[in-house]
């Protein structure tokens, strides 16, 4: 049960709590399967962050990971162990290496399929 | 605070003659009062490299403005004076120091694609947060590390060192060039600033940018340049010789007023306008 | 003597001329200035003037393109349950296509959504419009909305040319949206209010039909069945609004009628008829203290006038009679007709059309038969007998 980025939804998803706008009405309410044209609607109202049943930030960034080789996947890893320095209870810097790791598994899919173009819409 | 050693470097800048005297003139016009919109952009022509390079910036998806200002008198009304002296001297400090063999060890297009990089990030970040002067930070973006440009042109060898130094160790480069300069590329950078006469702002944000000190300002403006840098860092936009991400310090955050989620839009955002302005990249 | 007079300083000279040019420059800035002030006052009154959110948006639109040369503006307002975006009108017609594919693709940039949580206008560069003849236009996304709630966005494409002076046109386009949105949120708080007022009313007349069960939901069929007629006839929007007032009104008088007459099973006596017969003036009295429901007061008192005078309270006849009345009373006699009473069981709808169309001339108005025929004929007079749910046009 875990707060998604906007980005990172999918049809299919369920949500654990209502997404409001920011005057607080429900946008669609709990419980809900998300459809394109709920993400479409969140994205619209400029809801950043909505409450999945099930899965939080984590288990996306894994998700991505377990569909790339392994080799892949450590190389990044080990690479952004050398970028980023240890930091502590630092939400932000949580948050950026979060963004980055996804950059760059996303980046090193496209390029395993085949498509050079570095943003690929999802 | 600014070292006997800083201020003998930036005034050998001003003093050599390799410098186009564009820089001289326009420096001294803009610091009278009266001076006139129509000899501004003349003197600026007079370089036409400068005066080429500061039109493709105002027109870049990077700044903000795509594509509208055609010559150099409309973008001195349009943006404003102060807007561009910052822009005047960050175009004529990478064209004079780009001709100088700078250290093989600091690539000076990866510099330049990190400073706009940074540049577009902080920008990003101030409209988001909704700053009043998105363009300021802008410049304040592009001039941030400005003061690593003059250690690798005037102090060739130790700034070699200082490159070593942090691949070595994995320490930022500020941390690096204390130990073996005595003073930062923040300090530098800030110095020739104010030496320029530039907006009490742009030296802020030049000067205050990796707030590691109690004693750095901490304005809204400098918040973004600090968060914005280590996005850059941390996104691999070019490069300024950092090795390792600095940590954001939670204050510059905080005084941002934003979300966490907002910061994937702000990525995105920049990124894709990151690409399209490969034109100005190319420094001709 | 004579050459040295001539004589004027080189510099003197040079020096007025400019002195001269820089005046004609300020001058016709200021006329410029001036000029631009005149047409928001003039836009700014003309917006005020309405609360019909369709007209406001026109007005708007219109008015818009004379002030700031733009390419195109597009309105999207929220619709009711306060979910979707939905896009009402884009000017010039020909690109609400465009339009609506770069307002989509600026919605998944998060450009969109970053505007609407902030509540504040965001220009970025244009996605879709113009990308193809090569021109770049800058889109502005400014939301509609106050701290309360969103009622839409507006998007505009502008080009930043040379003579664009963007601060000033920025804020120009600021100032513009923001006249739109007051007014809309006055439009959609007048709606709210007249609803309140509405709702509020309307339970005050149900309390009568909650006494008597033989007339629960007459009011609403009265109604539906009026607006049948009143659209055969062609009325217009507002007039076709009132009578949701007068039908819901138009019996309020028997709120002061006692039971025994109301629920009487049997025939009235003729006191019990004359007291029956004073509902119509009692309800015109009723209403007659709230002013902005004047117009309705002919549904309430004259809908028992007959056509050959031989009606109550007046006795009026024929064209003195209101319109209004004419019409209510031959809904009224219908639903009367067809429903269940305490005394009689409803009618056959199509005995109950032949009564009205024998009654024409003498009952009734015969060119509001004639368009209650043609309602009829059309399938918008439909219902059940007795208690059966009204199925009637849709609203």
Redesign the interface.
């Known amino acids: 049960m875990g707060v998604l980025n906007i980005n990172d939804l999918k049809t299919g998803m369920v949500l654990a709590q209502s997404a409001k706008n920011k005057h607080g009405v429900v946008i669609l309410g709990k419980g809900n399967v998300l459809t394109e044209k709920h993400i479409h609607s969140f994205k619209a109202w400029g809801i950043t962050g909505v409450n999945i049943k099930d899965i939080d930030g984590d288990q996306v960034i894994k998700q991505e990971m377990e569909a790339l080789p392994n080799d892949i996947v450590e190389s990044i890893e080990k690479e952004l162990d050398k970028l980023f320095p240890p930091f502590e209870a630092n939400p932000v810097m949580e948050e950026i290496y979060k963004i980055v790791k996804k950059v760059n598994l996303r980046q090193a899919a496209n390029q395993t399929n085949g498509v050079t173009d570095e943003i690929k819409k999802d | 605070m600014k070292s006997k050693k800083i201020d003998r470097i930036i005034n050998s800048i001003g003093e050599l003659s390799t410098l186009p005297t564009i820089y001289m003139k326009l420096s001294h016009l803009l610091s009278v009062p009266n001076a006139s919109i129509k000899m501004i952009s003349n003197i600026i022509s007079e370089d036409p490299a400068i005066a080429a390079m500061v039109l493709k910036i105002v027109n870049s998806a990077a700044y903000g403005f795509y594509n509208k200002i055609g010559d150099l008198q409309h973008a001195v009304v349009i943006l404003g004076l102060n807007e561009i002296k910052n822009l005047v001297l960050a175009t004529s400090i990478y064209k004079v120091v780009k001709e100088f063999k700078a250290s093989s060890a600091f690539d000076m297009q990866e510099f330049w694609k990190h400073s706009i990089g940074c540049a577009i990030l902080a920008r990003v970040l101030a409209e988001t947060a909704y700053l009043k002067n998105p363009e300021n930070v802008f410049t304040g973006g592009l001039l941030h590390d400005i003061g690593k440009l003059i250690h690798a042109a005037y102090l060739r060898e130790d700034f070699n060192r200082v490159l070593v130094n942090v691949v070595e160790t994995g320490s930022q480069m500020s941390e690096s060039e204390k130990n073996i300069l005595g003073f930062d590329h923040a300090q530098t950078g800030s110095a020739l600033a104010e030496k320029w006469n530039l907006p009490r702002e742009t030296v802020n944000m030049i000067a205050h940018h990796h707030l590691s000190h109690m004693s750095d300002t901490l304005t809204r403006e400098i918040a973004a340049v600090h968060i914005g840098n280590t996005l850059c860092v941390a996104l691999r936009m070019g490069s300024g010789g950092e090795k390792r991400v600095p940590i954001v310090n939670q204050k510059a955050w905080e005084i941002l007023d934003l979300k966490l989620s907002d910061l994937e839009y702000v990525v995105q955002k920049s990124t894709k306008l990151f690409k399209e302005s490969v034109s100005i990249m190319e420094f001709e | 003597m004579q050459n040295k007079q001539i004589q004027i300083d080189q510099n003197e000279f040079e020096s007025m001329v400019k002195k001269l040019r820089f005046l004609e420059e300020s001058n016709s800035a200021l006329i410029n200035i001036q000029d631009r002030l005149n047409r928001l006052n003039r836009f700014r009154s003309k917006m005020s003037l309405s609360y019909d959110v369709h007209h406001i948006i026109e007005t708007w639109l219109v008015n818009l393109r004379k002030l700031v040369k733009i390419e195109a503006c597009s309105v999207f307002l929220v619709e009711e349950s306060?979910?979707?975006?939905i896009h009402k009108i884009s000017k010039p017609e020909k690109l609400s296509p465009v339009i609506q594919k770069e307002v989509e693709a600026q919605?998944?940039?998060?450009?969109?959504?970053?505007?609407?949580?902030?509540?504040?206008p965001?220009t970025t560069?244009a996605e879709v419009f113009e990308k193809e003849s090569g021109r770049?236009l800058?889109i502005m996304i400014a939301p509609l909305s106050n701290m309360?709630?969103?009622m839409g966005a507006v998007i505009i494409a502008f080009e930043?040319?040379?003579d664009?002076?963007?601060?000033q046109t920025l804020e120009f386009l600021y100032i513009l949206v923001h006249f739109f949105s007051l007014s809309l949120d006055n439009a959609y708080l007048f709606d709210d209010l007249k609803s309140a007022y509405f709702y509020t009313i309307k339970a005050f007349a149900n309390s009568i039909e909650a006494r008597d069960p033989y007339t629960r939901g007459h009011s609403e069929r009265v109604t539906r069945f009026s607006k049948a007629i009143a659209e055969e006839l062609n009325w217009d929007k507002n007039e076709i609004e009132l009578i949701e007032w007068g039908g819901m009104l138009h019996d309020v008088g028997k709120i002061g009628l006692p039971d025994s007459i109301l629920n009487k099973s049997g025939k009235l006596t003729d006191d019990e008829y004359n007291h029956m017969k004073a509902h119509p003036l009692i309800g015109a009295q009723i209403i007659k203290g709230i002013s902005f429901l004047k117009p309705v007061i002919p549904y309430i008192c004259e809908h028992h006038e007959r056509f050959d005078g031989k009606g109550y309270p007046k006795g009026l006849a024929g064209k003195n009679i209101s319109i209004k009345g004419r019409l209510l009373a031959v809904a009224d006699a219908f639903d009367a007709m067809t429903s269940d009473r305490i005394y009689r069981k409803a009618l056959k709808p199509e005995a109950v059309l032949n009564e009205i169309l024998k009654n024409r001339g003498t009952q009734f108005d015969p060119e509001i038969v004639r368009a209650f025929e043609r309602a009829w004929m059309s399938g918008k007079v439909k219902c059940g007998s007795g208690d059966q749910e009204f199925k009637g046009l849709e609203d």
């Open positions: 306060g979910i979707e975006f919605i998944s940039l998060g450009n969109f959504g970053q505007a609407i949580s902030s509540g504040v965001l560069q770049i800058s309360e709630r969103t930043e040319s040379k664009f002076i963007r601060q």
